[in-house]
């Protein structure tokens, strides 16, 4: 069974950076589009980026030109580099493949952006 675990948040100030990522069980060879994914407080769950195996990106507007997914398949891993960090940015953040399965859903990473 394959198991996505999330790490790398946490409180950082407005226009600061994190680094999140995946350790994926399995091999995420088999998933051509990965994903990420985040909750704020409140809100419903929302695509943020979307990874091909080949590379190609997608990005919800919101985070274009701040927020930077990769893939290292070989590593079975996907990140999200988080630049310019703001306070509507304040969520958990979760990976999973695209669109997502229900049985991927780990328990995500908390990323609070606060002065």
């Known amino acids: 069974q394959v198991q996505l675990v999330e790490s790398g948040g946490g409180l950082v100030q407005p226009g600061g950076s994190l680094r999140l990522s995946c350790a994926v069980s399995?091999?995420?060879?088999?998933?051509?589009?990965m994903a990420w994914y985040r909750q704020g407080p409140g809100k419903e769950r929302e695509l943020v980026a979307t990874?091909?195996?080949?590379?190609?990106?997608t990005y919800v507007d919101s985070v274009k030109g701040r927020f930077t997914i990769s893939r290292d398949n070989a590593k079975n891993a996907v990140y999200l580099q988080m630049n310019s960090l703001k306070p509507e940015d304040t969520a958990v953040y979760y990976c999973?493949?695209?669109?997502?399965?229900?049985?991927?859903w780990g328990q995500g990473t908390q990323v609070t952006v606060s002065s």
């Open positions: 399995g091999s995420i060879g088999w998933f051509n589009f």
């Open positions: 999973n493949a695209f669109p997502p399965l229900n049985t991927f």
């Open positions: 990874i091909t195996s080949g590379g190609s990106t």
